[in-house]
């Protein structure tokens, strides 16, 4: 996985835009996101994964025109509003590629990270975040959740700012 500064600048969400300023993993780890990489023949260390961070179950979502239907448009608009879950949110790519855009904490920055097959990405609950295709229009990826999938997005505005798991979520952040 690769992780950049957003442009910022207009125009196809599915481009790069990459401003050219790499973003470190200490950063990463700074505002809670996880990451590895397990190359797709060797998924038995998902499950490895799974069992120690007690992820029991799983589906597969294929995000293509054909795989999605009439959903398509709406799906990818919603996936790209500013949002928050109120669980973790947990993909590991099993095709094709992706970006999630994460909300950098203090400085509001977008942080690009670029997903390809074996990523694995563990976002903590409470982060604001996006996802969209990029220009290969085609990502399959598995979805871990611990118990039930608590996947409705809760989009930024003043109520989710002080939503509980939002709360909680920049406390686990802070610096002591
Ligand atoms: C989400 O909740 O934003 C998603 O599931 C994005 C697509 S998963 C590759
Ligand atoms: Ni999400």
Redesign the pocket.
């Known amino acids: 996985m690769r992780a950049f500064y957003f442009d910022n600048i207009p125009g196809d969400q599915r481009l790069l835009h990459d401003s050219g300023n790499p973003v470190s993993d200490d950063i990463l780890k700074s505002i809670g996101l996880l990451h590895w990489h397990i190359p797709t023949n060797q998924q038995n260390q998902i499950d490895t994964v799974a069992k120690e961070r007690n992820y029991k179950n799983r589906d597969t979502?294929t995000?293509t025109k054909q795989g999605l239907g009439d959903l398509y448009e709406a799906k990818l608009k919603s996936?790209f509003e500013e949002h928050m879950h109120e669980d973790e949110?947990i993909?590991y790519i099993l095709e094709g590629s992706?970006f999630f855009d994460v909300r950098e904490h203090p400085t509001d920055s977008w942080i690009r990270c670029q997903l390809d097959a074996g990523d694995l990405l563990v976002l903590p609950a409470g982060i604001y975040h996006r996802?969209t295709l990029d220009e290969n229009n085609m990502?399959k990826?598995l979805?871990l959740f611990k118990d039930e999938p608590k996947?409705t997005?809760i989009n930024r505005g003043d109520l989710t700012d002080v939503n509980p798991y939002r709360v909680d979520y920049l406390k686990s952040i802070a610096v002591n």
């Open positions: 979502i995000i996936f949110e993909r992706g996802f990502i990826a979805r996947w997005p």
